[in-house]
């Protein structure tokens, strides 16, 4: 729940924590701080993360009032730096961690680590988010250290010049060892999309890797870059993921899809073959199930 708040002449020249604990019933100073500390607050718009700042009559608060339980520090272990060189750096995100910052928060968030990590190299450039994965889906995600790099990495995405493979698990049995959705997808609700007749084109290639009847190891390549395509892509064909509670995917402590490989060309014409391991929990359970991934 983001909340609004004008600063009166009540709190002209209060902190701001004390200004959000006397503006925002249920808000405590303590929480007022967590906020602040974790990105979820701005002053007139500019992100401020100093609960002792000051205010004034006019100021325009925004807070994020996270739901209890959602926040968590975000720790990864040395291996989850899949890759680094002077243009760029790959790194496996976990599941259930947001790409990008938030209305809630920016600490806690895989933006606020790479900056973390940038900063610990020596360098003052931001995280620049060129593509993002869903918060429930693990794997390769990369980010450009400079500027330069970040205009050829967002164009190579734009052309359809990254080569992406994601595994997923599924509730099911495919018809066919191979098969190609190409449906048009758009949004049917805030948080939902669907195949749509005036939707964008979408178009995914799929691979059986292996199945036991009931559930299956799937590959999936999408050529183009929708929102939740290769969910949509899935539930359309009656297979949906497992653990993906928005697309009548069976319960499960993740959602089981994870972007395994990237492949892509650097700017010097060198291949890039980018790929992250699949975590604990979604290996667990594709091994318990007697499962291979390719």
């Known amino acids: 729940m983001i909340l609004r708040k004008t600063i009166t002449a009540e709190q002209n020249g209060s902190r701001l924590d004390d200004a959000i604990a006397a503006l925002c019933a249920g808000v405590s100073k303590s929480e007022a701080r967590r906020i602040i500390d974790r990105g979820g607050c701005t002053v007139n718009v500019a992100l401020v993360r100093v609960a002792s700042r000051g205010v004034k009559t006019g100021d325009v608060i925004d807070i994020g009032v996270m739901e209890a339980g959602r926040f968590s520090e975000l720790v990864l272990p040395p291996h989850a730096l899949i890759y680094a060189d002077s243009e760029l750096i790959a790194v496996n995100k976990p599941a259930g961690i947001n790409s990008q910052r938030t209305p809630y928060q920016l600490k806690g968030t895989l933006e606020y680590w790479v900056t973390e990590y940038f900063k610990a190299e020596g360098s003052n450039e931001p995280a620049r988010v060129v593509h993002r994965l869903d918060r429930g889906t693990s794997g390769v995600m990369i980010f450009p250290k400079l500027r330069q790099a970040a205009a050829w990495l967002s164009g190579r995405f734009q052309d359809g010049l990254v080569e992406k493979r994601y595994l997923a698990l599924v509730s099911g049995r495919p018809g066919q060892d191979l098969w190609v959705v190409d449906a048009p997808i758009g949004k049917v609700a805030s948080a939902r999309y669907g195949i749509v007749s005036a939707g964008k084109a979408s178009r995914t290639e ?89």
């Open 206 to 294: 799929f691979r059986l890797i292996s199945s036991n009847g009931e559930l299956s190891l799937v590959e999936a390549r999408p050529l183009t870059g929708r929102t939740h395509q290769i969910r949509v892509h899935l539930e359309s064909v009656g297979l949906p993921i497992v653990g993906d509670s928005t697309y009548g995917g069976v319960a499960a402590d993740r959602m089981m899809l994870h972007c395994a490989e990237m492949k892509l060309s650097d700017p010097k014409g060198r291949e890039l073959r980018l790929q992250a391991e699949l975590d604990g929990s979604f290996a667990q359970q594709v091994s318990s199930l007697e499962l291979q991934a390719a």
